[in-house]
């Protein structure tokens, strides 16, 4: 039972990092739709999404909340222990993969720092 909660608190505090990661992914689209500063993304894959990047960053502020909203609620169940922590972690771990390809390169991190949560929140499942 203690290695469960350990590895879900570890899930949890990534989970919290994460959240931080995704404000600040916030606060840069903000600023780039008052045209304060440039994109400071990569090219993306996907071309559209670089002329939402360039033209329209408005349009990713209610995307990037939407997907800081849940990664944060996700992180205060892992913490606390609650009851949904695993759907609503495994939600949005599910929705970040299935917005990946569109955010390549840049996404590759986010797969990466998915996996290693996931990883954990499973372990932690399976453990007594």
């Not at 400071?40 to 209610?62: D, Q, R, V």
């Not at 949904?84 to 970040?96: D, E, F, Q, R, Y």
Request: aromatic share 12%; charged share 10%; proline share 6%.
């Amino acid at each position: 039972m203690k290695q469960k909660i350990t590895l879900h608190l570890i899930a949890g505090y990534g989970f919290a990092i994460y959240s931080l990661i995704e404000i600040i992914d916030c606060g840069t689209a903000l600023l780039m739709a008052f045209n304060v500063i440039d994109n400071p993304y990569p090219e993306m894959y996907f071309e559209p999404m670089n002329h939402i990047f360039n033209e329209h960053p408005g349009y990713l502020i209610p995307l990037f909340m939407g997907i800081t909203t849940l990664r944060i609620f996700a992180a205060i169940g892992l913490l606390t222990n609650k009851s949904w922590k695993t759907p609503m972690a495994l939600s949005i771990v599910g929705i970040t993969l299935i917005l990946m390809p569109f955010m390549l390169p840049f996404s590759v991190f986010d797969f990466l720092i998915c996996s290693v949560l996931i990883v954990l929140i499973l372990i932690g499942n399976k453990s007594k």
